[in-house]
């Protein structure tokens, strides 16, 4: 049918409508029965039979303009759909389990409508909403694709009155997706749902734009789900189940991201990915765990980003082990290290408690034990401290001074001796050096100071434990048992 005759029919109602539908459908299998019914692969007739009943059973509104609200609940379209920059002005604009059978088009169709409803509608053939522009509500809820569907550059406006950060105002709850689905450059401006939702075939969101929140709870993707350059704020994938390959290359997650109890039994790659807040993968589980190599965590990591409402110590803990997993001893070891700063402030008070400022200082001293050479380059200031200590340090009143020696190599020699924790027995040298710093008694012995042999004992000290730090680090990078 023309557009005139297709708008006619439509303002007869729902039951003129579907007598004529189910008209068409029952010469479509009377053709079939006789052996006429004949198309190619662009669902154009092959016969003169095929071709007049493509023509009568097709409908067009493309452009037309929807002033009053529009119902095309249960109606069947039963062959080729075109509402192509057709506009929906009305409050309501509804296609509530319709079905349409042949391939349908809303290419730069404008739903103006406060609530657009596709709930429970059929799509046997191929749709396309490409530049579709939705102000208001829109509800895709168990809804069913057969056939590819694509929702490029798409947008989603939402409503202003609508409190969006609870209000999901574009629903895919439930919908089921058999072949392709595309939302490439789609942009979602307020809440979107996609919860209990499956796709059977690739699912392919290349650079969307998810502007507020969304949720992808209990969503299944049984093939390739393609999310690459994606922007999200604040998204939920829980208990979300990705059979095959699922990438998040290059996405940024602008606020919270929830992979709670989420399955992938495939490759899972997040390289390039941006989390401006910490990931929360508590009870996620890989056949593979995914690699962090190429994942951005400088945003996550800055402390003035922490949200005090969150258990962060069990999301760092969370990445830990499936960095462990992957044998990523790198990231294994900064997750580590967020997960002691973020129960600060939140398990205890830092400022009052021994264990912050043992924290603090093995930040410092070894980076958590990452670092090989801090620890080194901590022992040579160490050494250079005590040197100081010892030359400057007073000889007694009534002692002899050593008549030929260098103060400087002595004190030298006493720092060095005594930052090596395993050279603890007194040789002639050191007996010589002490006698040139210090002097020596009546008797002529080497006089020895008690601060001075406090000092020592100190350095010792201090010493071991900032080697012991290396080494420490040296395991832990080589991670040799």
């Not at 996609?194 to 502007?211: M, Q």
């Not at 290290?337 to 830092?350: G, V």
């Not at 043992?358 to 250079?384: A, M, N, Q």
């Not at 009546?442 to 042999?453: H, L, Y």
């Amino acid at each position: 049918m023309n557009q005139e005759e297709s708008i006619a029919l439509y303002k007869k109602g729902i039951d003129a409508w579907n007598k004529w539908a189910n008209e068409m459908l029952a010469q479509k299998k009377a053709l079939e029965d006789d052996k006429q019914w004949q198309i190619d692969v662009f669902g154009e007739g092959g016969n003169d039979s095929t071709k007049n009943w493509i023509q009568k059973a097709s409908v067009d509104f493309s452009g037309y303009v929807f002033e009053q609200n529009t119902s095309f609940a249960s109606h069947t379209f039963p062959y080729a759909t075109n509402f192509s920059k057709s506009k929906f002005e009305g409050g309501i604009t509804s296609f509530q389990h319709s079905e349409f059978k042949g391939n349908t088009l809303f290419i730069g169709a404008e739903f103006n409508s406060n609530d657009t409803i596709f709930e429970v509608t059929k799509f046997h053939s191929n749709v396309k909403f490409y530049n579709t522009f939705f102000n208001g509500n829109v509800s895709f809820n168990f809804a069913e694709f057969r056939c590819s569907a694509g929702f490029n550059n798409a947008i989603f406006q939402g409503c202003e009155f609508y409190d969006t950060e609870f209000h999901d105002v574009a629903t895919f709850v439930g919908s089921k997706f058999v072949e392709r689905v595309n939302f490439h450059k789609a942009r979602f401006h307020s809440g979107a749902s996609f919860e209990r939702s499956e796709f059977e075939s690739k699912a392919t969101f290349i650079e969307t734009n998810f502007i507020d929140s969304s949720d992808f709870t209990g969503a299944t993707f049984n093939n390739i789900a393609d999310f690459y350059k994606t922007t999200f704020c604040m998204v939920v994938f829980k208990e979300a189940y990705f059979k095959k390959r699922v990438s998040f290359d290059e996405v940024i997650f602008e606020k919270e991201s929830s992979f709670v109890a989420m399955n992938a039994q495939s490759f899972f790659s997040l390289e390039g990915t941006k989390f401006h807040f910490v990931p929360d993968f508590s009870q996620a589980n890989f056949t593979q765990a995914p690699q962090f190599d190429a994942t951005d965590f400088s945003h996550a990591r800055k402390l003035e980003q922490y949200d005090k409402s969150l258990n962060l110590a069990a999301r760092w803990r969370s990445l830990k082990r499936l960095a462990a997993q992957n044998h990523d001893r790198e990231h294994e070891s900064i997750f580590f290290i967020e997960e002691i700063k973020s129960k600060r402030w939140k398990q205890y008070i830092p400022i009052f408690d021994p264990m912050y400022w043992f924290e603090w200082l093995y930040g410092v001293f070894s980076d958590f034990g990452r670092s090989v050479f801090r620890p080194l380059c901590w022992l040579i200031v160490v050494t250079f401290i005590y040197f100081g200590i010892y030359i400057a340090s007073d000889t007694e009143s009534d002692a002899v001074i050593f008549p030929v020696c260098n103060r400087v190599e002595a004190a030298v020699y006493l720092s060095v001796r005594s930052a090596l924790p395993f050279s603890v027995t007194h040789s002639d040298k050191l007996t010589q050096g002490y006698s040139c710093l210090y002097g020596k008694d009546i008797e002529g012995k080497a006089i020895m100071p008690n601060k001075i042999v406090f000092f020592g004992f100190s350095q010792t000290i201090l010493s071991a434990i900032l080697i012991f730090l290396s080494l420490l680090a040296l395991r832990n990078h080589f991670k040799i048992s």
